[in-house]
């Protein structure tokens, strides 16, 4: 391999140690700014797999298993505390891993400790019911307890806040983790692990495994030793995983893809709708399972708000994600740019017109990243590729209407349900399109707002199952009855009488 001497060479975290695959095996980081290798992550093999799965079971039978809700909170406090300080170091490495410009992955590390805090306080209320039922003779009660070893699997678009998801709530249920973040972005997880250990979680609470997902990833996945796998990326992949994970009767939370819908109607504020829309669709260049990719938009404005987002597409600076000044970073990986550029391709081929964007910008810096210009598309009819499909870019689709009923058919012409917004200044529309667009989250008169209290998932092919708040605490424990007999009445129930 050439030049690999001048790598950063990074270890997974398994038991407490710092380790290299087995078999010696490492995958190239890219940074997707330079288009080149900046380090060597191990590359996962059954076997390291098996390790950390023993690693977090041996946690889950030891001192672990042994802690107090309290004391769990006590310790992910502490680690809140210890990601605030090293927020700047771990927006950085985010950054050169995954493309993502640094002024957003500083604002994701700052939020990081809210995940923490929140899900700390989850702990301590850890509860369960008593339960009066039909018979006087029994006390029955509920006990909550950690559902076990958790496998995390991570993808690379949004690798800290989508690990931080099932951290936090996994921690503050009691469980262990293995998680195995994605192959093309691993280096911000190995520093949540060295933050982790450091502020004396006991060893193998939090392992991360590294590799690739058809070999490492499917291990985890298939190990009988996992109890719950929790899992964010693409519908195609979480379709497998549900496969593997029903071998052994492992229950699976997915958070899979999305086509959302961003709905404008006349009356809105144009400004306001305006920036949702880039918010929706550019920022994280495009790369969000919740991009509202198709722009569905009331005829009397369309003209006006498409081209508000064209100006504004083709007026945003392209750039290093390091450098302030810039607006737009390249995409996360190289094989996500000729999938973008064949989307495009496709739309134009099927007969939509460009109206921004579309191709790769040339001259100075950009041209060795990653980098797409942001895209906005009109002419589109329902049956193209570009109305049905994830693009996971920079790339807005737009579908004019002229009723609420064309509207809410439109926005729910799709087989994913992750997200949608509404922009109108009519309240009681705004509450009709909520409750009419299927989705598992719908913002009125806003975009990509998220909160550790707040629900998150998918309907239909976006998958299922809830992060955050008490919906997720409950997927991560199992809820054991408990019937005690008061009264010492138990007969013989073969004799008479
Ligand atoms: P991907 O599904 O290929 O990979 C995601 C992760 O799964 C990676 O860590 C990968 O190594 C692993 N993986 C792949 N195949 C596996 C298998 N058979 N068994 C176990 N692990 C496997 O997706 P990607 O291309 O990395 O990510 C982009 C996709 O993720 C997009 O489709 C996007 O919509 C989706 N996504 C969804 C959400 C959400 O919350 N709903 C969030 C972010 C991304």
Redesign the pocket.
């Known amino acids: 391999m050439a030049g690999t001497r001048q790598l950063e060479r990074l270890k997974m975290m398994v038991g407490g140690l710092w380790l290299d695959a087995e078999d010696g095996g490492v995958i190239e980081s890219v940074n997707p700014y330079t288009g080149r290798p900046w380090a060597l992550v191990p590359n996962a093999t059954a076997g390291d797999v098996d390790q950390a799965v023993l690693a977090a079971r041996a946690a889950l039978d030891g001192p672990w298993g042994r802690t107090t809700g309290p004391a769990r909170a006590d310790l992910m406090r502490a680690l809140a505390i210890a990601i605030a300080d090293g927020a700047d170091r771990l927006a950085r490495i985010e950054s050169t891993d995954n493309g993502k410009l640094l002024r957003e992955t500083l604002g994701v590390a700052a939020q990081l400790p809210r995940w923490l805090n929140y899900f700390a306080g989850a702990a301590e209320r850890l509860t369960g019911q008593t339960i009066p039922t039909g018979n006087p003779n029994y006390f029955v009660y509920t006990l909550r307890e950690p559902i076990g070893v958790v496998g995390a ?6 690798p800290l806040i ?1 690990l931080m998801m099932k951290l936090a709530p996994a921690l503050a249920a009691g469980c262990t983790i293995v998680a ?5 972005t691993t280096a911000s997880a190995l520093e949540v692990a060295r933050l982790v250990d450091e502020v004396g979680f006991p060893p193998g609470v939090f392992n991360v495994i590294a ?4 070999g ?3 291990a ?2 298939r190990h009988p030793g996992v109890d719950k796998v929790m ?8 379709i ?2 549900m496969k ?1 994970a029903a071998e052994h009767v492992a229950p699976v939370t997915l ?4 086509k959302s819908p961003n709905v404008v109607f006349a009356d809105a504020d144009l400004d306001a709708a305006t920036n949702g829309v880039i918010a929706s669709v550019f920022a994280a260049t495009g ?4 991009a509202g990719g198709r722009l569905i938009v009331q005829r009397g404005i369309s003209d006006e708000l498409v081209a508000r987002v064209a100006a504004r597409a083709e007026a945003m600076v392209l750039g290093d994600p390091l450098d302030e000044a810039t607006e737009m970073g390249p995409l996360a990986t190289s094989d ?1 740019l000729d999938r973008v550029l064949g989307l495009i391709d496709a739309a134009r081929r099927e007969g939509a017109s460009l109206v921004a964007g579309g191709d790769r910008p040339t001259g100075g810096s950009v041209e060795d990243g990653f980098f797409i210009r942001p895209t906005v598309v009109t002419d589109v009819n329902a049956s193209m590729t570009i109305a049905r499909e ?1 693009v ?1 870019g920079p790339v807005v689709a737009v579908f004019p209407f002229d009723s609420e009923e064309e509207a809410i058919a439109m926005a729910n012409d799709t087989v994913y349900g ?1 997200a949608g917004a509404v922009w109108t200044t009519d309240l009681q529309r705004g509450h009709r399109m909520a409750k009419a667009i299927h989705a598992g989250t719908i913002w009125l008169n806003s975009y990509r707002v998220s909160d550790p209290a707040v629900p ?3 309907m239909g092919m ?2 299922f199952g809830r ?1 955050n708040g008490d919906e997720m605490l409950n997927s991560l424990t199992e809820l054991k009855s408990v019937w005690v007999e008061m009264t010492g009445a138990t007969r013989d129930p073969l004799k008479m009488g």
Request: proline share 4%; aromatic share 8%; glycine share 20%.
């Open positions: 699997i991570i993808p690379w678009n949004a989508l195995k973040p994605a192959e093309q590799g690739d997902g058809a490492t990833g499917r985890l996945v899992f964010t990326g693409s519908t195609r992949a979480g497998a995983v593997d958070e899979l893809g999305g790369q969000m399972c919740i996500q994830e996971f992750l998150f998932g998918g976006s998958g992060e």
